[in-house]
């Protein structure tokens, strides 16, 4: 039969990897799915006996709610609409069907959870603690050079040795998409991941990411730095989140700003649930179109407000 699969709202070029696992497991029982992005304001035209929507951010709910009520034989799932859903074993453990988004990298979780309790952040409530997940040849296609690892801490796995020898030994471009952790750097990672073709996620930049959202780790981000610069990996190849308009003041912020400078690295702020703070607004404009090489924040800051 036809089934729908109904991707809400993945980031633009970035596919859906439940909705891949779900549409090689339809498949695989003999059945049609097909892909629509977006959230639709009507029904489609063609019959559909089973519709999955996915809708990962929680603000998109009550629109991917309406949608699917036009709907008799509807799935929803995500972590916008149910934090405790998962996948059955055996969709979660199938080989995904790239062909779904006609992408020529592979992606998956080779662990679940994290060992970090971050009061911002749902991996917690949604996955737990730290477990092991799948090994890399579960989900990667052969055919794919490039390949996305979506685990939240990918250092905390009790795999990871096995998992960046497998990267190593064949010579797989990787993009650590939820970043590594600056505080779990040891000389043996860092040497093994030297040796790794690491790459942003659309594959056309050297780059490796990290966060610094509390000062309180300001000396174990100092050294992560310094361990990564003696096998290598420099300054420039490293973009580092910040976090801001959770739990730190305005000179807390401008503070780790002023030691990404220090240290040579590329910041980014993220804006806690999209703030509207009007200041937060101007710092994360003044810092992710990098003004600051060219302007000093004070008089930034003073010509926008003054406009």
């Given at each position: 039969?036809?089934?729908?699969l109904?991707?809400?709202?993945?980031?633009?070029?970035?596919?859906?990897l439940a909705?891949?696992?779900?549409?090689?497991w339809?498949?695989?029982?003999?059945?049609?799915?097909?892909?629509?992005?977006g959230i639709?304001?009507?029904?489609?035209?063609?019959?559909?006996k089973?519709?999955?929507?996915?809708?990962?951010?929680f603000?998109?709910?009550d629109k991917?709610l309406?949608?699917a009520?036009?709907?008799?034989?509807?799935?929803l799932?995500g972590?916008g609409?149910d934090?405790?859903?998962k996948?059955?074993?055996?969709?979660?453990?199938?080989?995904?069907?790239?062909?779904?988004?006609?992408?020529?990298?592979?992606?998956?979780?080779?662990?679940?959870?994290?060992i970090?309790?971050?009061?911002?952040?749902?991996?917690?409530?949604?996955?737990?603690y730290?477990?092991d997940?799948?090994?890399?040849?579960?989900?990667h296609?052969?055919?794919?050079?490039n390949?996305?690892?979506?685990?939240?801490?990918?250092?905390?796995?009790p795999?990871?040795?096995?998992?960046?020898?497998?990267?190593?030994e064949?010579?797989?471009?990787?993009?650590?998409?939820?970043?590594?952790?600056i505080?779990?750097?040891?000389?043996?990672?860092?040497?093994?991941?030297s040796?790794?073709n690491?790459?942003?996620?659309?594959?056309?930049r050297?780059?490796i990411?990290?966060a610094?959202?509390?000062?309180?780790?300001?000396?174990?981000?100092?050294?992560?730095?310094?361990?990564l610069?003696?096998?290598?990996i420099?300054?420039r190849k490293?973009?580092?989140?910040?976090?801001?308009?959770?739990n730190?003041?305005?000179?807390?912020?401008?503070k780790?700003?002023?030691?990404?400078q220090e240290?040579?690295?590329?910041?980014?702020v993220?804006k806690?649930?999209?703030?509207?703070?009007?200041?937060?607004?101007?710092f994360?404009?003044?810092?992710?179109?990098?003004?600051?090489?060219?302007?000093?924040?004070?008089?930034?800051?003073?010509?926008?407000?003054?406009?």
């Amino acid at each position: 039969m036809r089934v729908l699969l109904v991707d809400a709202d993945s980031k633009k070029g970035f596919p859906n990897l439940a909705l891949m696992k779900l549409s090689a497991w339809l498949k695989k029982q003999g059945h049609r799915p097909e892909l629509i992005r977006g959230i639709p304001t009507t029904a489609p035209l063609e019959e559909y006996k089973l519709v999955y929507i996915s809708c990962i951010y929680f603000q998109n709910k009550d629109k991917v709610l309406e949608y699917a009520a036009q709907f008799e034989n509807v799935v929803l799932g995500g972590s916008g609409i149910d934090l405790d859903m998962k996948l059955d074993d055996d969709i979660e453990h199938i080989m995904p069907d790239y062909g779904l988004y006609d992408i020529d990298f592979s992606m998956g979780f080779t662990s679940r959870g994290c060992i970090r309790n971050c009061s911002f952040c749902i991996v917690p409530e949604k996955e737990g603690y730290i477990k092991d997940n799948a090994p890399i040849s579960e989900f990667h296609d052969p055919e794919h050079e490039n390949i996305i690892l979506l685990d939240n801490n990918f250092q905390a796995s009790p795999k990871w040795r096995e998992n960046l020898e497998y990267l190593w030994e064949r010579g797989l471009h990787v993009n650590f998409n939820q970043g590594l952790d600056i505080r779990l750097l040891t000389n043996e990672f860092v040497k093994t991941l030297s040796r790794i073709n690491f790459e942003n996620w659309t594959f056309r930049r050297s780059t490796i990411n990290f966060a610094f959202d509390d000062l309180r780790y300001e000396k174990q981000f100092r050294e992560g730095v310094r361990l990564l610069d003696h096998y290598g990996i420099n300054s420039r190849k490293l973009s580092v989140y910040m976090l801001v308009g959770y739990n730190t003041t305005r000179e807390e912020d401008k503070k780790r700003f002023e030691i990404m400078q220090e240290l040579g690295v590329y910041p980014y702020v993220m804006k806690y649930n999209r703030s509207d703070d009007v200041w937060i607004r101007h710092f994360a404009r003044y810092v992710n179109r990098k003004y600051f090489e060219f302007i000093e924040w004070d008089d930034y800051n003073d010509g926008v407000l003054n406009q």
